[in-house]
Structure formats: structure tokens, C-alpha cells
């Protein structure tokens, strides 16, 4: 008897704790689910935030007012759900070395639920995205190799500038571009699908900082076509003056020679020696047959790319199934080479301490190796060049 006395006792309180605990469990399960809509609503508003700085950053890279800015994050933000009318934003764009970002902040407030029984105004949130790009506007360097190391290396005591445009390496990596020991380099930006690794000796104009990660550029040289052999094989003298055609047994220079504007069709190695004076305008040499440049340090080179037709501004053109390899440039103080070195599928090793006309050199190869004391330009288009386009790159950095 006293037994189911005492258990009716203990389920009368059990009841009666059940009864009392059952608001608490009920409102920390509303709790829950309020908290959660905060969440979703917060992660609405930061998506939109993003989505607002990106396209605004596009729009104020492109050279639009700052109302227009305004006028597209505001667009933005709404057509990716956040509402304005119950809310705010904020847009906030600035320029910066090397480009500009736009800064972007939502604030919005929402109702309370099952909180509303112990506070009584409303939830407050808070967003805020920044995008940022940079105007690197050409390349003067590209590496175009997909993975290999130091694919744009800068090394020795070399002391390069860049007068208005960049270096770009495709490689993804970490080292893509190396700017080591004594090394000077001096360039608006350096752009990385991979990483940038340099000493001191690296200065930018433009960029605050070398770019990383990039998307690769396309190679700008790809649908150029190579030239075809014409003609029977012609001999090189050991003076004076030679016609464009074709070299079946590869071509090599000794003495004072001058190129005859043209398509110069070389079938093995291009050699100059030390005793040699190579002048030439309106001139572009294929090099084919698995042959490669090997230039002598002490020889005199003056050529010059053609200024219009299918291969203006081309000098050197690598026949793309020439897989590597080397091909060397030197030559004395008083060398240049005016117009684009192309090899895309070999390696470019320059020494020479000498660029083109008004600085007009272009190096575009599969890795790039520079060891030459000059200085570059990019506003080359009266020596028939054209300007190698990189990313204006839009990224979300906050």
C-alpha cells in the first residue's frame, strides 16, 4: 500500500516538472528556429553584398561615373533579394595603386518572433563586401608554359624595366615568376596563374602588390600561321646582302650582312658569330626543323619586324612542333631587335643588354629566362606591334 503511494506520488511529480519544463522546451526550440532565419537572412544579404561590389567593381573598371557605379551595386543588390525599400546601402568606390575597389554595405532589420518576448526592438543586420582590380593593361613578357617553375625567371645582376607594361606567367606554379639574387626588375604589374616569388630588387608601378591566381592569358600569337617553304634552297655568303626564302641547311652568319625585307624560312639553327654585323628591316625569321637562335655576345644585330602585313610586328617566329630547347639572344651595347619574340614552345634565354627601337621588344615563349640589362616599352603600334591584352582582374578581397 504505502508502495503505490509513493509512486503515485512521484508520477504526480513528474507531471507537474514536465508542465513546467514543457515553455522552456517549446521557446528554446522557437529560439532555435529564429536564430536560423537570422542566419539565412544574414547569408542572403552578404551573397547579395558580394554579388553588388563584384559587378560594381566591373562597371568602375570600365571607366563609368561613380553615379553609375552606385546606380549598378544598388541594381545588383536588389535583383539578388535584398530589399532596399526596408533597408539600406551603402557604396563606397575609391581608387588605388594600380586600379580601384568598390566597397559595398547592406543594413537591414527584421521583426522579432519568439524573442520579442524579452526585446522588444528590432534585429539589426550587417554586411559588407569589397571588390577590387587592378588596370594592368598589356604584357611585355609572357611566359605561356602551364606548370614549370621560375617560367618567367629575372636572375644575375640583370636590371630590367618595363615602361608601361607587365610580366605574365601562365604556370600555376608556385614560383611561376622568380626574380632572384642581384636581380632589378621594374614593371607595372606581375601577374601569376601560380605564384610570384622576389627579392627586393622587384618594383611595381601599378600594382601595389604582384597579382596570383590569375586566369592564364591566351596565347596571342596562336592564329598566326607559320609560314610555308617557297623556292629551292638558298646559300648564305660570307658578306653581304641576302634575299628572304628558304634555308634548308639552316643559316649562319659571319660577316657584315644585311637581310632584304621578308619571310626568311630557316630550316635548322640560326648562328651568329662573334664577327658578325646583321642589320635588316621588314624582316621575320622562322626558325623550323628543330632548329634554335644562338647568338654571340660580341656580334652587331639590327633588325627590325615588318610594320604591316599577316606578320607585322613578328621577328622571331619558333615553329610550334619545335618542343624545347634554348634559343639565345646577345649581342654588343649597340645592338636591337625591334618587335615580338615569339617561341611558343621553347624557351627564350635573353642576355642581350640592348632592346628595340623606342623599347619596342616583345618575349613571348613557353619559359623565359632574362639575364639582360635594358628597357622595355609598350606603345610599340608604329613598329607594326600589337599589344598583348592581360585580365583587368575583378576579385572580392572582404
Known sequence: MRFRSFAAEQGGNVAVLFALALPLVIGGGALGVETTLWYAKRTEMQAAADAAAFAAAIEDRSGSTEEEVVAVAKLTAEDNGFNATRGSIEVLPQDIAGGGQVEVILRAEAPRLFSAFFLKENVKFSTRAVATFNSAADACILALDPTAGSAAR?????????????????????????????????????????????????????????????????????????????????????????????????????????????VYYVAGDLTVNATASVTGSGVTIYITDGGHVKMNGSAHIDLTAPTSGIYSG???????????????????????????????????????????????????????????????????SAQGMTAIPLPNLVRLTA
Open 314 to 380: 613578328v621577328l622571331f617566329f619558333g615553329d610550334r612542333s619545335n618542343i624545347g630547347g634554348t634559343n639565345k639572344f646577345l649581342g654588343d651595347a649597340g645592338s636591337r631587335m625591334t618587335g615580338a619574340i615569339y617561341f611558343a614552345s621553347q624557351e627564350v634565354d635573353y642576355q642581350g643588354n640592348f632592346s628595340g627601337v623606342n623599347g619596342c621588344l616583345q618575349v613571348v615563349a613557353r619559359t623565359i629566362q632574362w639575364t639582360g640589362n635594358t628597357t622595355v616599352a609598350a606603345d610599340c
Open 154 to 262: 629575372f636572375s644575375g645582376s640583370s636590371q630590367l624595366t618595363l615602361d608601361g607594361c607587365s610580366v605574365m606567367a601562365n604556370s600555376v606554379a608556385a614560383d611561376a615568376v622568380n626574380v632572384q639574387g642581384a636581380a632589378k626588375l621594374k614593371a607595372d604589374c606581375v601577374i601569376s596563374a601560380g605564384g610570384v616569388t622576389a627579392t627586393a630588387g622587384l618594383t611595381l608601378s601599378k600594382c601595389e602588390a604582384p597579382t596570383t591566381r590569375a586566369p592564364p592569358v591566351a596565347d596571342p600569337f596562336k592564329a598566326l600561321p607559320a609560314p610555308s617553304p617557297t623556292g629551292g634552297c638558298r646559300s648564305v655568303p660570307a658578306n653581304g646582302s641576302l634575299s628572304p626564302g628558304r634555308y634548308c641547311s639552316g643559316m649562319t652568319l659571319k660577316g657584315e650582312i644585311t637581310l632584304q625585307p621578308g
